[in-house]
C-alpha cells in the first residue's frame, strides 16, 4: 500500500503545454491543452470522484474481473502518445534502481545522471524529474528511455492495481490529469450503477 500511494507521480502545476486529443473527446477531433481537458472534464470528474469514495465503502461482487475488462476496453479506446499528459505536467519518482539502470543505459554514472536530470522532492525523500515536461519524451510523445524507464512510469496509472479500491485518493487526484483514469472510472460507473439498478426480475435472468 505504502509503496503504491508513494510511488503515485507528483503533480506539476505547469499547464502549458498542447495536448492533441483522443479517447473520449476523439469525436471533436480538436487539440486539448490540459487546462482545456480539465475544463471539459470537469463535470463528469465532479460526478466520479465521489463514485470513487462510494466503491470504496461498498464491497462489489466481482471488481478484480470487472477491472479487468475495463482495462482491456479502456486501452482499446486510449492511445498514450497522442496524451503523455503525465510526461508533459508530472514526474514519476525514481528509485535507486531505476537511476541505476537507466544511468547504465544513457552511459552516465548515477551521480552525473542524478546531477543532470534529477533533484529531490520537498520532502527530500523520493528523486524526481529536475525538469518538465520530462527529458526523456521527445516531439513524438514517445519515452526514449522506454525500456528501462523508471517502474512508476511502467505501472502508471495503475489501473490493473489489485487494490485498485484502496487506492481511491490516487485514482481521484489522477482523474484530474489522465484520460485513462477517468475512461476506466467512468466505464466501471456505468457498469456499478447499471447493475444496481436493473430490476430484480432483470438480474435474476
Ligand atoms: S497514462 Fe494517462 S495521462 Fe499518461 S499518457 Fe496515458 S492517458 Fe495520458
Ligand atoms: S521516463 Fe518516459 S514514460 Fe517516464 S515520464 Fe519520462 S518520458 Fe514519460
Not at 8 to 36: Q, V, W
Not at 58 to 85: F, G, H, M, Y
Request: charged share 30%; aromatic share 10%.
Amino acid at each position: 500500500m505504502l509503496h503504491v500511494m508513494s510511488s503515485i507521480f507528483f503533480l506539476y502545476k505547469s499547464d502549458k503545454a498542447t495536448i492533441p486529443n483522443y479517447g473520449i473527446f476523439a469525436r471533436m477531433a480538436k487539440r486539448f491543452t490540459l487546462s482545456s481537458y480539465k475544463k471539459e472534464s470537469l463535470s463528469k470528474r465532479k460526478k466520479l470522484g465521489p463514485f470513487i469514495r462510494y466503491i470504496n465503502r461498498r464491497k462489489i461482487p466481482n471488481l478484480s474481473k470487472l477491472i479487468k475488462s475495463i482495462d482491456e476496453q479502456v486501452w482499446k479506446e486510449i492511445d498514450c502518445t497522442k496524451c503523455a499528459i503525465c510526461c508533459k505536467h508530472m514526474t514519476p519518482t525514481y528509485t535507486e534502481t531505476d537511476i541505476r539502470r537507466i544511468s547504465i543505459h544513457l552511459g552516465m554514472t548515477t551521480a552525473a545522471f542524478k546531477k543532470q536530470y534529477l533533484q529531490k522532492d520537498d520532502e527530500e525523500k523520493d528523486w524526481i524529474n529536475l525538469y518538465i515536461p520530462c527529458p526523456f519524451l521527445d516531439k513524438n510523445n514517445l519515452c526514449t528511455i522506454y525500456d528501462v524507464r523508471p517502474v512508476d512510469c511502467k505501472g502508471f496509472p495503475h489501473l490493473r492495481h489489485s487494490q485498485w479500491v484502496l487506492q481511491r485518493n490516487v485514482f481521484e487526484a489522477n482523474l484530474e490529469y489522465c484520460p485513462a483514469t477517468l475512461r476506466m472510472v467512468e466505464l466501471l460507473h456505468e457498469k456499478v450503477i447499471k447493475k444496481a439498478s436493473k430490476p430484480a426480475c432483470e438480474s435474476s435472468v
